[in-house]
């Protein structure tokens, strides 16, 4: 009777081992499972990671461009300042008040048209005529 309880006790030591070795195992397998599943993720993210690094040494290259570009114009608009502070001042001292562009009034009908070509050293038409041409 000893040994079969002897025996009787070893085999449910051995069943509760079993299902022991059975939830280790499962949980083992889920784990591994869990574990891929990270794996991938972090793959996923590096992959993005780089791509975004890609992308940020990109937009810094433009932005860099952009900067020369836009020192560039600077200097060009700050050239043309000087440009037209240079013929403006040189306009003032050398072309008189009633030559400088903008300043003329434009005539407003046929007679102030007339009025402004009368100073015209222009030969008549009869005279051309008359050379022959």
């Known amino acids: 009777m ?8 070893l085999s449910r030591e051995t069943d509760a081992l079993r299902a022991e070795l059975k939830l280790a195992t499962e949980s083992a397998e889920q784990a591994m499972r869990l574990a891929d ?6 793959e996923h993210l590096n992959a993005a990671l780089g791509s975004e690094r890609s992308v940020q040494e990109r937009l810094r290259r433009e932005q860099g461009d952009l900067h020369t570009l836009l020192a560039g ?4 608009l700050e050239a043309l300042r000087d440009e037209n502070r240079r013929l403006r001042d040189w306009a003032a001292k ?22 402004g070509l009368s100073g015209n050293s222009a030969r008549p038409a009869t005279a051309v005529d008359s050379a022959g041409h």
């Open 94 to 115: 050398f072309l008189p008040a009633a030559q400088r562009p903008g300043e003329q009034p434009a005539p407003g009908d046929a007679d102030a048209y007339d009025e």
């Open 37 to 42: 599943r990270r794996q991938a993720d972090i």
């Open 73 to 76: 114009h600077q200097r060009q």
């Open 2 to 9: 000893l040994a079969a309880l002897l025996v009787w006790l």
